[in-house]
């Protein structure tokens, strides 16, 4: 049986640790699984996203950005995820269609719904199964960014109230989509967020 399976939050929660643990562990119990992110190793995505990050790309309107990481999404679903799910995988992607909801329809102010709109014509119906948002202060998790060195990219860049902005859209959608997505504080150690994203899948795995 397939499963997808979506992670979200802002920048630094630890999101990237945690798949990379939760991969692990369901490799562990001899699970078929999968673990991306868009772009995905898609030349196509990859290339729309360099546009979408380049630091130098400070003109670009709103909706050309909202557009963009749409077509990315549609190009690494075809090309990476949909084929594994096809085959049976469970898939672990690093962000996706909830991204573009809270940072573009509601922090960029575009609006959720008019995101969802064009983010539906781009996912043909692959809503994820489940999402697990990590949901943490964007203050300690900036900071977290600064003290690990990680590259600084043009959405780092904006300011705290942005960041703020983008818990406030995650916290809608929970609002929105209550079965779907569930939440973890962020505000405690990598190993007991990794050991409740595994207690969520598990329990999952177990609904069929
Ligand atoms: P990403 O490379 O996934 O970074 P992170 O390590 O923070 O997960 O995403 C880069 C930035 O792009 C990040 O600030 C979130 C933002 N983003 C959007 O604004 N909309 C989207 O649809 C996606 C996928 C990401």
Same mark, same amino acid.
Request: charge should be neutral; glycine fraction near 8%; charged fraction near 25%.
């Given at each position: 049986?397939s ?11 630890? &999101? ?6 939760? $991969?692990?562990?369901?490799?562990? %119990? ?47 679903l ?31 102010? %575009? ?11 781009a996912?043909?119906? $692959? ?5 697990? $948002? ?30 703020? &902005?983008?818990?406030?859209?995650y916290?809608?959608?929970?609002? %929105?989509?209550?079965?779907?997505? &569930?939440?973890?504080d962020?505000?405690?150690?990598l ?8 207690e ?9």
């Amino acid at each position: 049986m397939s499963l997808f399976i979506t992670f979200e939050g802002g920048e630094g929660t630890g &999101k990237t640790t945690v798949i990379n643990n939760l $991969y692990n562990y369901l490799i562990s %119990l001899g699970y078929d699984v999968i673990k991306t992110r868009e772009p995905g190793g898609s030349k196509i995505s990859e290339s729309i996203r360099g546009i979408i990050l380049d630091r130098n790309n400070t003109i670009m309107d709103y909706k050309t950005e909202a557009l963009m990481y749409a077509a990315s999404r549609r190009q690494h679903l075809i090309e990476v995820i949909i084929p594994a799910l096809k085959k049976n995988k469970i898939v672990i992607c690093d962000r996706y269609i909830d991204s573009s909801l809270a940072y573009q329809g509601y922090a960029r102010g %575009l609006g959720i719904e008019q995101v969802k709109t064009i983010n539906e014509y781009a996912i043909s119906g $692959y809503w994820p199964d489940l999402t697990i $948002y990590i949901d943490l202060d964007p203050n300690i998790g900036i900071n977290r960014i600064k003290n690990n060195n990680r590259d600084v990219d043009r959405l780092d860049e904006e300011t705290i109230s942005f960041h703020e &902005k983008v818990r406030e859209g995650y916290i809608k959608l929970i609002d %929105l989509y209550p079965n779907r997505i &569930k939440k973890i504080d962020g505000n405690v150690s990598l190993d007991i967020l990794t050991q409740i994203a595994k207690e969520i899948v598990v329990n999952k795995l177990k609904e069929g």
